[in-house]
């Protein structure tokens, strides 16, 4: 996994529409900062799009994730996490605690 890595810098994000237990196989061989998130669930939702919104796997959430794994290892202020809550709308509830 490193070697897919080599040459590129900063935390990892790993997402899937499944289990998040899956993406999480990999953070051993990451070797940086590193968030799993996944659905952990099905048939809560009518779309793949209000899916990904429920279980906090959208863009958004994403991004959000990817900010708060800068901000943990001080590439980027604090402040900056709840300037992105606000422009991406996220809601404080709806914000994904990174490495469930």
Known sequence: MQEVLEGHEGPVVAVTDYLKALPSLVRDHVGRPFCALGTDGFGRSDTREALRDFFE???RH???AALALLVEQ???EARALDQAREALGLKLEEVPPHRR
């Open 74 to 76: 001080g590439q980027a």
């Open 57 to 59: 796997v959208d863009a």
């Open 62 to 64: 994403i991004a959000y």
